[in-house]
């Protein structure tokens, strides 16, 4: 494709996808494409739309049995794994940022990956050589643990913990361990009259009366949507203390309303509150390019489609998701949680210590398409999604995983081209909104 045209596909794809949020919030959307502009993987990052763009245009011969409708991610890039703590009290590793989930073939999260890990290994000075072997070990740990997950009846017996991780991913966890709620409380918050409140600073405006009182109705809406298996029997646990508006967040949420709520906790000791984030759902990227009328049908608005879909895909979610309205408009409702670390790919240099880690989040790949919370309350996807995924590729793994190969290394090769050509459209002022 030459390179005019190709420019005009992504922004087209851009101002399709982010128009109205541009509009609204001009100034975070400049800072969004000025992150995008740094370097290629960020690029990527923010740029799901086109992702779909490209690969719904493309057959795929691969996602067969059902495993063409299943719950994916949306959005799997090297840096979307971390730590939580989860509904059980134990510090887990796995995907996180499930905002772009939605249904759609098991392989297009394993091509979005693969893709990314072929740019980060680029950026790092990777030949291809070992960029392929990267992206081969990636594959060949997802298909082992679907197959784990075809032998067993109990989905839920797998985890990287504490007990079992290595390397990086140990680290993490080891790091998410030693965090302690009062540290987040203390950065968040300060003490008037003997009780917290959010600290205010440039990420942080109060609300005005009328505002304010739109959103603690939301949050009692809110928590009616949490289940009952995951409810605390203590009603103290759920009181309101403070909240403010929110800004500041990753390249994926410019631009969308958002809250922090603070509520008393799990007694009333006050280094035992807990921060809430509501957050406007956004309108994922895969639904733009596919029939999406029958799933959309299936929610009430963007903050349920994102909760069901979390819960569809991870298991023992975080007992306080939940979803709200504001406005008509859907919010996802989350614990900000001070045992989040992120994988940091910073010092994951060298080839062998990437296969190490490419090793296990393979593993947690196959987790969350396989396996989900007791509580998802969902049947759009009402089958044995590992058994369709082991059909697919029955007979031809081999072929499969070159084939991923393949894609990813070409389609990160194309990343790099599409990013050159976006720094140039946003200097331009081609892209919806003013570089200055």
């Known amino acids: 494709m030459a390179p005019g045209n190709r420019t005009a596909v992504i922004v087209d794809a851009l101002r399709d996808a982010f128009a109205p949020l541009m509009r609204a919030d001009p100034a975070a959307f400049r800072a969004k494409y000025r992150k995008m502009a740094r370097e290629p993987h960020a690029f990527y990052r923010g740029t799901a739309c086109l992702f ?16 063409e409708r299943i719950w994916i991610h949306g959005d799997l890039h ?35 990956f693969a893709a990314s890990l072929a740019l980060l290994a680029w950026q790092k000075a990777l030949p291809e050589d070992a960029i392929r072997k990267l ?18 009846a109990d989905d ?30 203390d950065e968040v918050t300060v003490m008037q009259r003997g009780t917290r409140k959010f ?40 009181e309101l203390r403070d909240v403010v508006g929110k800004t500041g967040f990753g390249i994926g949420s410019a631009g969308l309303p958002a809250y922090n709520v603070l ?42 489609r994102t909760v069901v879909s979390q819960r569809a895909l991870q298991v023992h979610t975080d007992p306080l998701l939940g979803h709200t309205r504001i406005d008509g408009v859907g919010y996802v409702v989350s614990e900000v949680s001070p045992y989040e670390v992120d994988l940091d790919w910073e010092e994951i240099n060298e080839p062998a210590d990437m296969r190490a880690v490419v090793d296990l989040l393979g593993r947690a790949t196959a ?5 989900s919370d007791e509580d998802s309350q969902q049947d759009l996807v009402d089958f044995q999604v590992e058994e369709a995924i082991a059909q697919s590729v029955k007979g031809r793994r081999n072929e499969f995983v070159t084939w991923l190969c393949d894609w990813g290394i070409a389609y990160a090769e194309r990343a790099r081209e599409d990013h050159a050509l976006f720094v140039d459209a946003f200097r331009e002022g081609q892209v919806g909104i003013a570089s200055t």
């Open 52 to 67: 779909y763009n490209d690969v719904t245009a493309e057959p795929d011969e691969w996602a067969t049995h059902g495993g």
């Open 78 to 112: 090297v840096e979307n794994f971390g730590t939580y703590l989860n509904s059980d009290g134990r510090l887990i590793f796995d995907v996180n940022d499930f905002d772009e989930a939605y249904v759609g073939r098991f392989t297009w999260d394993l091509q979005r």
């Open 135 to 152: 992206i081969a070990r990636y594959a060949r740990s997802y298909l082992a643990q679907v197959n784990h997950y075809t032998g067993t």
């Open 156 to 185: 839920e017996d797998f985890a990287i913990r504490l007990d079992n991780a290595h390397g990086p991913v140990l680290a993490a966890l080891e790091a998410a361990r030693l965090m302690r709620r009062a540290d987040l409380l």
């Open 199 to 238: 600290a205010e600073d440039g990420t942080t405006r109060r609300l005005s009366r009328d505002e304010r009182t739109e959103v603690v109705g939301a949050f009692r809406d809110y928590l009616d949507t949490i289940p009952d298996s995951k409810r605390f029997d203590r009603q103290l646990f759920y």
């Open 263 to 304: 509520v008393e906790g799990y007694s009333q000791a006050l280094d035992n509150d807990v921060v809430l984030s509501m957050k406007q759902a956004n309108i994922p990227a895969l639904s733009r390019f596919v029939d999406s009328s029958e799933v959309d049908a299936y929610f009430e608005h963007e903050g349920h």
């Open 367 to 371: 987790k969350i398409h396989c396996a």
